[in-house]
């Protein structure tokens, strides 16, 4: 819980909480399982600390600001102000309040030194331990011994700077979210352009957006071999609406410029109007992740695809859309001619008859068994 303290009140000392009591280094003799169980534990007190440390650093931001007088105007957003010079901890609220998925659960990016491959994975407690995880037997999503852990502060911090400050090893961090949350809405809507033609149809889609008064933001990825369109909710919209929303501004963008073909069109996230069978829903990458930031990558770039010189003044000013906004802009759609169809990716690795699978990944009731038609007719479209 962040401190919330005024000119009029401060407390004369803020104790810092922390176990004082300096652990002892272990006796040589001391088995590897009690090794990494005394480690677990100095990595929750060190994350503890810097929890405690972010909690402070927004005290005194506040303080610093100075107090708000009688007459003196509330501001209309507490982030509008922050810029590259604020205080980290207004950067990480700032970030949080943007790009929200499930809070209950994050991933994080791997890649294995000896066979090269790479992926993201949920954040767990109990990951590789003896006689719990059972990876790569059990799925994540079907182990009983889950625990996984919720997308903390100190996480967004490691993701920002790169590396996890609770940590010794120099392993990069790079976290994604799962933008479905469990009743099926989501706080925003990204779109992934990631072909080589991904510059011409992304500004030909932040165009649509700007003609049909859309605040869009475009992030070059961390590959910097592609892109993605964020726009931003004030509240969490059904999923079904906010793809809705992609759909028709994929259609106007096409239908404006129908020499483009949008081929560079990967997939929206969320990827689901509602959350699949016993899943998660795809996840998608947070952005200004260091590394690549370092080079160029995973920040926003303006329509001549050049790097804001103050991401965090722009992300700031970013505006974001309410449900009767988007309800408004969808309105006109009255059915599939005047809509693309985006359907959703199969989530599911055992599926053996894709076709079958509606967008949602649920499957309906079988249909009453009958006769078969003499005649189907099918329709080829890209």
Known sequence: MLLHLTASWVSPTVPLPMNTEVPAPPDPSTGSQERERLAREIELELASIEARKLELAAALAGLRQGPNGENEPPARDPHERISAHSPSAAKIALFKSLFRGRED???????????????????????????ICEKPRIRCEACKQRAFVPLTDIAVQSHLRGADPTRTDSREV????????????????????????????????????????????????????????????????????????G????????????????????RMF???DTLPRGGFGNLIALPLQRKPRDGGNSVFVDESFTP??????????????????????TAPVGG???????????????????????????????????????????????
């Not at 994975?121 to 003896?130: H, L, Y």
């Not at 030909?204 to 003609?211: H, K, N, V, Y």
């Not at 259609?251 to 949008?262: D, F, K, Q, S």
């Not at 809509?339 to 009731?365: F, H, K, M, N, Y």
Request: include cysteine; hydrophobic fraction near 40%.
């Open 336 to 382: 599939d001619s005047e809509c693309l169809g985006v359907r959703a990716p199969i989530l599911d690795e055992d599926e053996t008859q894709p076709w079958q699978v509606p967008p949602s990944g649920r499957r309906p009731d079988p249909p009453p068994q009958g006769a078969l038609p003499d005649q189907i007719d099918l329709v080829i479209a890209n």
């Open 247 to 266: 759909a028709f501004l994929l259609t106007a963008t096409m239908e404006r410029r129908p020499e483009i073909g949008l081929d560079s069109y990967d």
């Open 174 to 245: 790079t976290l994604g979210i799962y933008p479905l949350l469990n009743d099926d809405t989501c706080w925003f809507l990204a779109i992934d352009f990631d072909k080589s033609s991904w510059r011409e149809d992304a500004a030909a889609f932040m165009e649509t957006c700007r003609l049909k008064s859309i605040p869009a933001a475009l992030e070059r990825s961390r590959s910097g071999n592609g892109g993605h369109v964020w726009i931003l909710f004030s509240e969490p919209l059904p999923a079904a609406t906010a793809r809705r929303l």
């Open 270 to 272: 969320p990827n689901q």
């Open 308 to 329: 804001y010189a103050d991401q965090w003044a722009f992300l700031a000013a970013v505006r974001r859309m309410v449900l009767s906004e988007v309800e408004a802009v």
């Open 105 to 131: 659960i994050h991933a994080r990016r791997f890649e294995s030194r000896k066979t090269g491959r790479a992926g993201y994975q949920p954040v767990c407690q109990n990951e590789w331990a003896v006689g």
